[in-house]
Structure formats: structure tokens, C-alpha cells
């Protein structure tokens, strides 16, 4: 295979790479304030206890 070949599959290769590290980094980032995850909480628990009532 020509030089050019390998230069081509080794910067897809880091391309590829390169996006998934950063991908990996940024995904515990996400800040969810304390009183939206209080409304989902309760949502959560509204929609268990409509689910209990519609099995019973």
C-alpha cells in the first residue's frame, strides 16, 4: 500500500478516536438543578402510583 494509504487510515483512525475521548469526557457534564430533578422525582411517582391504580 502507497504511503499515502497508511496516512489516510491512521488520521481516520486518530479522527475516530479523537471523538470518542471527547465524547467520553463531556457526558458526565450535564448539570441538572436540584428543583427540576425534585418536579421529576414527583412525575415519577405520579406516574407509578397511576400505573399501581390501573393494574389493581
Do not use: H
Not at 497508511?6 to 478516536?17: G, K, S, Y
Not at 471527547?22 to 397511576?50: F, G, H
Request: overall charge negative.
Amino acid at each position: 500500500m502507497p504511503m499515502i494509504g497508511w496516512i489516510f487510515i491512521l488520521v481516520a483512525v486518530a479522527l475516530v478516536l479523537g471523538s470518542l475521548f471527547m465524547l467520553r469526557d463531556s457526558a458526565s457534564k450535564m448539570y441538572i438543578p436540584e428543583d427540576k430533578l425534585e418536579k421529576v422525582r414527583k412525575r415519577k411517582a405520579e406516574l407509578e402510583a397511576q400505573e399501581k391504580a390501573d393494574d389493581d
